[in-house]
Nanobody, 126 residues
Framework: QVQLVESGGGLVQAGGSLRLSCAAS????????MGWFRRAPGKEREFVAA????????YYADTVKGRFTISRDNAKNSVYLQMNSLKPEDSAVYYC???????????????????WGQGTQVTVSS
């Protein structure tokens, strides 16, 4: 049974930083591309960042490019999201997601991902 467990969320002031972690189990982690999505109250789920199975290639939403960094450690079955220069509009529940075999060009499409975590809340105060 595949499990994805996010951690690291919390309350931070604007301009601050947080590092989210996602621990995966029940899967061959290196065979899955990984992504981060978020959902703010009253809004649709949106793509944040993604990384290929090897971690060599990464992709970002324009809204976070230059501020967020996705990385993975296949030896630890974990993917991370380093978030710097946080803004109030970054407040949301953040989810990690796993795509078996990769995502091709559809890294920002939720339907590409088979498994999802329960989410971790990030709140950025102004």
């Amino acid at each position: 049974q595949v499990q994805l467990v996010e951690s690291g969320g919390g309350l931070v002031q604007a301009g601050g930083s947080l590092r989210l972690s996602c621990a995966a189990s029940g899967l061959t982690f290196s065979s899955y591309a990984m992504g981060w999505f978020r959902r703010a109250p009253g809004k649709e789920r949106e793509f944040v960042a993604a990384t290929t199975r090897s971690g060599v290639s990464t992709y970002y939403a324009d809204t976070v490019k230059g501020r967020f960094t996705i990385s993975r450690d296949n030896a630890k079955n974990s993917v991370y999201l380093q978030m710097n220069s946080l803004k109030p509009e970054d407040s949301a529940v953040y989810y990690c997601a796993a795509a078996p075999g990769g995502f091709g060009s559809y890294y920002n499409t939720p339907g590409t991902y088979r498994n999802w975590g329960q989410g971790t809340q990030v709140t950025v105060s102004s």
